[in-house]
């Protein structure tokens, strides 16, 4: 089955400073991997996707991510934090059948941005 | 905006009782999702809808149902409804194909008394 899995609940990080949420991910066959970011009382919103080719992957905000396959990782990075990117991230892989774009999330990692 | 929208933003009901949820994805979009989120299950899949016929299916109680209209809109029913019900429900919609991105909308927060 495949599975998603986000270690820490919680990322704090000075803001200024380089930031990682880790994602690590199971899967059958090719993996399909998104990040989300969800602020206090609102929807889910994209912020990158890897599906296939180079395995740094740009996104919304300034936020990256890299896929590695030996590591089976996805882990979202920024250079930079910012008070703004406290949030709730979450990382999600899509679905075993391939008539199907159903998304398994991971638990959700809080990042909090402290001044 | 991600243009998916969602009504109503809340809805207070009693147990045993019967609510509608309603989604209009974007524009040309085929493909419509529904998840729950909660504290303590996380965000689960429900259910997908494509062009009208029902695509993948995920631990989706018998108590809910859905269906998406020829307009595309879709509708999730909830029905005797349980405390454990109450519950952040987002609809998302994507276009057809291969890893295509889920855009989601501001969720219905639903509190079941």
């Known amino acids: 089955a495949q599975s998603v899995a986000q270690p820490e609940d919680q990322v704090n990080v000075a803001e200024g400073n380089p930031l990682t949420v880790k994602c690590t991910y199971s899967?059958?066959?090719?993996?399909?991997l998104f990040w989300y970011v969800q602020y206090p009382n609102r929807g889910l919103q994209f912020l990158l996707k890897y599906i296939t080719g180079d395995n740094l992957v740009k996104g919304s905000y300034g936020f990256e991510a890299e896929f590695n396959k030996s590591q089976t990782s996805f882990h979202l990075k920024k250079p930079s934090a910012l008070v703004s990117d406290s949030a709730l991230y979450f990382c999600a892989v899509r679905g075993p059948s391939s008539n199907t774009g159903k998304l398994i999330f991971g638990q959700g990692t809080t990042l909090q941005v402290k001044p | 905006d991600s243009g998916v929208t969602q009504t109503p933003k809340h809805l207070i009901t009693a147990t045993g009782q019967r609510v509608t949820l309603r989604c209009s994805p974007r524009?040309?979009?085929?493909?419509v999702y529904w998840y729950q989120q909660s504290l303590d299950q996380g965000l689960q899949f429900l259910i997908q809808y494509y062009n009208g016929e029902e695509r993948a299916k995920g631990n989706i109680l018998e108590r809910f149902s859905a269906q998406q209209f020829p307009d595309l809109h879709s509708e999730l029913n909830l029905s005797s409804l349980e405390l454990g019900d109450s519950a952040l429900y987002f609809c998302a919609s994507s276009a057809q194909g291969v890893g295509e991105t889920q855009y989601f909308g501001p969720g219905t927060r639903l509190l079941v008394l």
């Open positions: 899967v059958s066959g090719n993996p399909y």
């Open positions: 524009s040309g979009d085929l493909s």
